[in-house]
């Protein structure tokens, strides 16, 4: 019997096999063998004659292999195995474990963002629409149903000066109406681009966080007036418990959070209430978002704070959005130095829990 030669060594300890396996004389298919089932302990027999049969197949026809084996360790090896001339084999192991993984984290970013410019593009298209559509109508002003009213008694000459001013007044309203709709939704295409520049600071890391001591109050009471006409437009309870008190924090960024986790409870609600509770918690100030809403899955919760991302539910396809709120609101409460987390139950609720310190923490 010949002495192992030092590569074979490295092979058995590299694999976790006996290293008499691989004396001179251990056919080719008996190693594959032992490897692949010290990999794989439960395959099925018939796979494994399968796969010998291949890999010994591959091996006598051309002499050439090259495949990737992924380990059960996560480790993964690029083989490479060609025949020289005399007969002899040459073998390559090369480990490309950070290479595939780096692959596929740029490939699920590349992914993330293709899906991104789907739904941005989406949900830039319908405020455009509506925009597109307001202004043709106002631009042939005298088609609209209020103005042809009005011309028609102008014309009639039968009508009292009132009656000409009320339908004037009418022509306005309609008017007036078709802004609004027009203003709503170039706003709506202002937030998402807000979005993405501040999206595009963070990622360059030059967004600027400037906390100060602030009124609770004066945080939450634009939150409470704005987005408790919009829970009540949807026939959603809507409540706000807080204490007073301050907090270390920047006031618009913080606001931005708090508008952005309010905002989705009462978009991803469709009855029941969205319940808002303020607290002081030792030297921590406590801001929680609680819904009767759809809920997000389990696996899904670290996932919601990536860019992007979104919960591929009815309920996120039927209210849209772009997926890069929480991304944005879970930066901006770490760079103000708290936190911002989640707990939920599909189909019964969410609750986001926004930490912040309540003192100067500059000073701690
Ligand atoms: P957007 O709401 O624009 O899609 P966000 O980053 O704010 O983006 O939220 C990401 C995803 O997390 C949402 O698309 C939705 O699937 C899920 N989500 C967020 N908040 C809630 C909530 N309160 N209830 C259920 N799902 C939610």
């Known amino acids: ?62 002499g050439s292999i090259d495949h990737i084996v ?28 950070e290479l595939t ?12 963002k293709t899906d991104f410019m789907n739904v941005l593009s989406h949900e830039l298209r319908t405020p455009m629409t509506v925009i597109m559509g307001v202004a043709g109508l106002t631009k042939n002003a005298r088609v609209l149903s209020s103005s ?17 001013t009320s339908l004037l007044d009418d022509m306005f309203a309609q008017h007036s109406d078709l802004m609004s709709k027009m203003i709503k939704s170039g706003d709506h295409i202002m937030e998402l681009i807000n979005g993405m520049l501040d999206f595009a600071k963070i990622e360059s890391g030059s967004i600027l966080i400037n906390p100060t001591i602030c009124d609770i109050k004066d945080i939450m009471d634009p939150v409470e ?14 409540e706000v418990q807080q204490v007073s008190g301050t907090v270390w924090a920047d006031r618009v960024r913080i606001r931005q959070i708090l508008f952005n986790l309010v905002g989705n409870a009462i978009k991803f609600t469709e009855s029941g209430s969205v319940r808002i509770t303020v607290r002081i918690d030792a030297d ?49 409460a770490e760079l103000n130095l708290g936190e911002l987390t989640v707990t939920s139950t599909l189909g019964e609720g969410s609750c986001f829990t926004l930490t912040l310190p309540s003192t100067d923490a500059s000073k701690v």
């Open 70 to 97: 992924k380990f059960g360790n996560g480790m993964v090896i690029k083989v490479s195995d060609r025949r020289m001339p005399d007969g002899s084999y040459v073998g390559l192991r090369v480990d490309v474990t």
């Open 225 to 238: 007036q704005l987005l408790s006409t919009l829970a009540q437009e949807k026939g959603l309870i809507f």
């Open 284 to 332: 921590t100030v406590v801001f929680e978002v609680n819904d009767e809403g759809s809920g997000i899955p389990e696996a899904e919760l670290e996932s919601i704070f990536d860019p992007f991302y979104q919960v591929d539910s009815s309920a996120t396809r039927h209210v849209g959005g772009t997926g890069m709120g929480l991304a944005i609101s879970h930066n901006f």
């Open 148 to 164: 042809k009213i009005l011309l028609s008694a102008i014309e009639s000459g039968d009508r009292s000066e009132d009656e000409i």
């Open 101 to 112: 993984h780096a692959r596929k984290i740029a490939e699920a970013s590349n992914k993330a």
């Open 1 to 62: 019997m010949c002495a192992i030669p030092p590569v074979g060594l490295e092979y058995a300890e590299f694999h976790d096999l006996p290293k008499e396996l691989m004396q001179c004389g251990t056919p080719y298919s008996e190693i594959v063998k032992r490897f692949t089932l010290s990999e794989n302990p439960l395959l099925r027999p018939e796979v494994l004659a399968e796969w010998l049969e291949r890999r010994t197949q591959a091996r006598q026809l051309g």
